[in-house]
């Protein structure tokens, strides 16, 4: 079992920047990729970015430029998700989450209870 517990969302104005951390705990041995996601209201769960273990990063096309995802080396179960020009279409709430691998190459997803991103204009 992995826990995550997201931090660093708000409300900032157009053009502005935010940081999200996400902690992982439990068995983060396992895990081989982490990553954040976003929910708007009334429209599905959309990738925004992933990092694997190896340190190899994917970006959604309408964040490519704008946010960075990293790892904390010292703290390799914590995962950052650095916003700049933040956009009123960024509002979201945003989760982590953690892909993890084990014995017998069993595959599960974990997630965060979500931080709320708001863009005002």
């Known amino acids: 079992q992995v826990q995550l517990v997201e931090s660093g969302g708000g409300l900032v104005q157009a053009g502005g920047s935010l940081r999200l951390s996400c902690a992982a705990s439990g068995s983060i041995f396992s895990i081989n990729a982490m990553g954040w996601y976003r929910q708007a209201p009334g429209k599905q769960r959309e990738l925004v970015a992933t990092?694997?273990?190896?340190?190899?990063?994917?970006y959604a096309d309408s964040v490519k430029g704008r946010f960075t995802i990293s790892r904390d080396n010292a703290k390799t179960h914590t995962v950052y998700l650095q916003m700049n020009s933040l956009k009123p279409e960024d509002t979201a709430v945003y989760y982590c989450?953690?892909?993890?691998?084990?014995?017998?190459?069993?595959?599960?997803?974990?997630w965060g209870q979500g931080t709320q991103v708001t863009v005002s204009t």
């Open positions: 990092i694997t273990s190896g340190g190899s990063t994917n």
């Open positions: 989450n953690a892909n993890t691998i084990e014995l017998l190459n069993i595959r599960s997803t974990y």
